[in-house]
């Protein structure tokens, strides 16, 4: 229990706390760590309340000497302290910078994070150390909340936070000669997903003292939160050996599982590729002590490591035959479908050995693609097989060479019958027609998947696409991107946009007005004056949604646009978006446009059903309303 204040303390807070002179303030704020807890939450609220700098700096200045309570009530203000925070720790007093920078960090206040990064090259070791400090639990303090989820709001609040927090982390690796701090390279590689353009940018630049200081930190950090940084560093030639020793070595299954789950980097190339640089993986040996958990999803991303990587054939197959035989479905499911992908003699002779020994699903998987591949030797003998193979194959074989002569709902509904009932020879068709060199096959093989929609069954198989070379597969693709949710989705989706066919730019537009457009503002915003007609119409129309005044401003501009095209796209967005104000000048349009397609489509705009008869009376024939 407290001790009893003195009368006369309490007496001069009392004087103290009735003047409302800016001057006063600082007296007051001086006082608290004498105050006990109930008149020290009083004093704090009144110079919450009063808001005058000189106490409010005070406030600040004072963190590191007050207790726990008196603590974490300033933290409770954190967002009201701001300017004085920024005061207060330009400071040439050094225990009042640090007492800034603490509460700064011990609050998790992203927002003021850019003070720490000023902090850095203030010519005081002190100061530099625990603002690098404080950068590096900002960092940790995001990865976790991330990992702890939350709904859109809270996500779009961490959002945020995330940025804040990388921009100062940029300020603090191009000063990084100043202060030499490693705790900012170790936030910068932990938030790698914001942070890898502007590190791997400072990495590679000639002679630069990053790459061993990052090599080093990666080499020595065995943390499951580096796995992420792990692989993007494959695609960087000056960490790459560091990456893939790490790689190699790890043994940790928390490592594995994080790396695992972190496979989606690899759709980009560069990541990709780096990959083949990986000769072995202890934790696939035998003899390793502890084994990760591949289930569920994460075994179809463990398949793809082990295939991504550099390994010598036997190993990979000996991986995918000890999953097939192994008691987890969905990961020998995975490697079992890696095996059929592979048209090799040393991939055939595994897969006579699935088919003699494996289980009865396994089995009759592997005895149909032995079939495939060699049809003279027949159908070889495994459990199961003999009974379902020529029903199986006509009426598959039936409703694919029917597929486009049905119409959408039969297209489903039979579709959907026959891979229930047929699971494992449907599924194999379609990744079969997918590798098919043949555009019809594919492009067939892809609307079959949208239509049934199994996007989110196969997304490695999407993805995949988004980079094939026909750009009408690519399209196809990026617009199957919508089924996927995730952070590999969110990297395809941003380099769709920079695709150089406007189809697939559109396509990805469209995908993201179902996402949280506010991330994306400013890629859309750069496509509101677009030169293709398709993208700057989705562009305008996904941020009009969100009430952005850019967009009102480019639609308008649009609709006067030299182009006929684009004039034509506007009246669609304006009949998309039931944008009953713009009637007036649609209408000028369906009169006075010089392009007779332009007229027309005004025309149809005026005459469809939400916008007959708004704000004009009888529309039945619009050239006869006056202006």
């Known amino acids: 229990m407290a001790e009893p204040i003195p009368q006369c303390l309490r007496r001069t807070y009392e004087i103290v706390a009735g003047m409302p002179n800016r001057a006063v303030d600082g007296a007051l704020a001086g006082m608290l760590a004498s105050l006990n807890e109930s008149l020290s939450t009083l004093a704090v ?11 409010l700096i005070t406030l600040v200045s004072g963190y590191n000497g007050y207790d726990d309570h008196l603590k974490a009530l300033v933290r409770e203000h954190i967002v009201a302290l701001h300017e004085a925070a920024r005061r207060a720790i330009a400071s040439d007093a050094v225990d009042t910078r640090l007492s800034t920078i603490e509460l700064i960090r011990a609050s998790r206040n992203c927002p003021l994070a850019y003070l720490l990064s000023e902090a850095l090259t203030r010519r005081c070791s002190r100061t530099a150390m625990a603002a690098a400090t404080a950068l590096k639990t900002l960092a940790l303090s995001v990865i976790d909340r991330r990992a702890a989820g939350g709904d859109a709001a809270q996500q779009r609040g961490l959002c945020g936070e995330t940025q804040h927090l990388g921009e100062a982390l940029r300020a603090g690796l191009d000063s990084w000669q100043t202060h030499h701090r490693i705790e900012v390279l170790e ?3 932990l938030l790698a997903d914001v942070m890898e353009a502007a590190l791997f940018k400072k990495v590679s630049q000639p002679r630069s003292p990053l790459a061993s200081a990052v090599g080093n930190l990666l080499r020595a950090d065995n943390s499951p939160a580096m796995a992420a940084f792990s692989l993007r560093a494959l695609g960087v030639p000056e960490l790459r050996a560091f990456a893939v020793e790490r790689i190699s070595a790890a043994e940790d299954p928390a490592f594995i599982e994080r790396l695992v789950d972190e496979m989606w980097v690899t759709v980009d190339p560069a990541a990709e590729n780096g990959c083949a640089s990986i000769r072995t993986m202890v934790w696939l040996e035998n003899g390793a002590p502890a084994q990760p958990d591949l289930s569920g999803p994460r075994g179809a991303k463990a398949v793809r490591l082990v295939r991504a990587s550099g390994m010598p054939l036997d190993r990979k197959l000996g991986a995918y035959r000890k999953w097939i035989n192994g008691a987890c479905d969905a990961l020998g499911r995975a490697a079992l479908w890696q095996l059929t ?3 090799t003699p ?8 699935v088919a003699a ?3 009865r699903e396994a089995a009759q998987i592997a005895a149909q693609e032995l079939f495939r591949r060699k049809p003279a030797a027949g159908l070889p003998a495994s459990r199961g097989v003999g009974e379902t193979r020529s029903e199986d194959d006509s009426e598959v074989a039936a409703y694919w060479e029917r597929f486009d002569e049905l119409d959408h709902d039969r297209r489903v509904r039979i579709g959907r019958r026959l891979r229930k009932k047929y699971e494992s020879s449907f599924e194999q068709r379609l990744r079969n027609a997918l590798r098919n060199v043949e555009f019809v096959h594919r492009e067939r093989a892809m609307r079959m998947i949208r239509d049934l929609r199994l996007g989110h069954e196969m997304p490695e198989r999407v993805f995949a696409l988004t980079r094939d070379s026909d750009e009408r597969i690519r399209s196809l693709a ?7 949710e995730g952070p590999a989705a969110v990297r395809i989706l941003r380099r769709a946009l920079e695709d150089t066919d406007p189809r697939v730019q559109a396509n ?11 991330r994306w503002t400013r890629e859309l915003g750069d496509r509101l004056r677009g030169k293709h007609n398709r993208v700057r119409a989705n562009a305008i129309k996904t941020l009009l949604r969100h009430r952005e005044r850019d967009a009102a401003v480019a639609l308008l501009s649009m609709l006067s646009d030299a182009s006929a095209a684009h004039r034509i796209s506007a009246l669609w967005v304006a009949e998309q978006l039931e944008l009953a104000s713009l009637l007036p000048r649609v209408r000028r349009m369906a009169i006075s446009d010089p392009d007779a397609r332009v007229r027309d489509r005004a025309d149809e705009v005026l005459r469809c059903e939400q916008f007959a008869g708004v704000g004009f009376g009888d529309m039945s024939d619009p050239r006869e309303v006056e202006s």
């Open 357 to 359: 020994s494996g289980s």
């Open 45 to 55: 609220t009144k110079l919450i309340e009063r808001g005058n700098l000189p106490g």
């Open 341 to 343: 992908a592979m048209d």
């Open 508 to 518: 990805a537009i469209e995908v993201i007005r179902d996402q949280d457009v506010h």
């Open 478 to 484: 990026v617009a199957m991107l919508s089924e996927i």
């Open 187 to 189: 936030a910068s590689m």
């Open 346 to 353: 040393e991939a055939t002779r595994a897969l006579e050995a």
